[in-house]
């Protein structure tokens, strides 16, 4: 099957700084969204993304399909920013299904 | 229309019973998935559903897990049986065909 990493696995920021959030894939998918986890453990939608470039405020996410990859990016971090981020994808060879990565524990400190 | 609906948001029960869970999608999406996620961990795909068909069953889901969703609306998944390890979150999710959208999820206790 397919194989989803994320990086870095834990992220310490200070309120008002950028991050960068990292997702590698093994093989070709048709299909990649990114999600917030709150506390409570409801996933929150950010981006569906398969390729190219979106912007939502303060976020915004790139995808590379050829080189199998997509970053996350969030910038002027506000502590409400908190929680774990995962990056999903449904591999074209595979069932319809999502595979997660391990997610982006981020926390922000005021 | 409220998103993706899941029931009981907690459940606690022993080692051995049988446990029930509910799905409601979101009305106008006709694929409907299951996924457990174990602390720590991303959450892991179990079965989806097209309208009313079961189409794929990950090696996750042990004949003591069934999921049905009888008239392609709402799903059930039972867990029967139940042991220690299946102490987990269940969510749910939906789609019409690109972006899925999950439920809060039921989370499972077994003592």
């Known amino acids: 099957g397919i194989q989803v990493e994320q990086s870095p696995p834990d992220l310490i920021l200070q309120e008002g700084a950028n991050s960068t959030l990292r997702c590698n894939f093994s093989?070709?998918?048709?299909?990649l969204q990114w999600f917030h986890q709150n506390p409570w453990g409801q996933l929150i939608n950010l981006f569906y993304?398969?390729?190219g470039t979106k912007q939502n405020g303060r976020l915004s996410a790139t995808t590379v399909a050829t080189e199998r990859y997509s970053l996350l990016y969030i910038s002027s971090s506000q502590t409400t920013d908190s929680g774990v981020y995962f990056c999903?994808?449904?591999?074209?060879?595979?069932?319809?299904?999502?595979?997660f990565g391990k997610g982006t524990h981020l926390i922000i400190q005021p | 229309d409220t998103g993706v609906s899941q029931d009981p948001r907690h459940k606690i029960t022993k080692r051995g019973q049988n446990v029930t869970f509910r799905c409601d999608p979101i009305?106008?999406?006709?694929?409907l998935y299951w996924y457990r996620q174990t602390l720590g961990q991303g959450p892991e795909f179990l079965t989806y559903?097209?309208?009313?068909?079961?189409?794929?069953k990950s090696r996750l889901l042990s004949d003591r897990f069934s999921a049905e969703r009888p008239k392609g609306s709402f799903s059930t998944l039972e867990i029967q049986r139940t042991e220690q390890g299946d102490s987990a979150m269940y969510l749910c999710?939906?789609?019409?065909?690109?972006?899925?959208?999950f439920g809060q999820g039921t989370r499972l206790t077994v003592v």
């Open positions: 999903a994808v449904i591999w074209r060879g595979g069932a319809d299904g999502l595979t």
């Open positions: 993304i398969p390729s």
């Open positions: 999710a939906s789609k019409e065909d690109t972006e899925a959208f």
């Open positions: 559903f097209q309208n009313e068909a079961q189409l794929e």
């Open positions: 009305s106008e999406h006709n694929r």
């Open positions: 093989d070709s998918v048709n299909n």
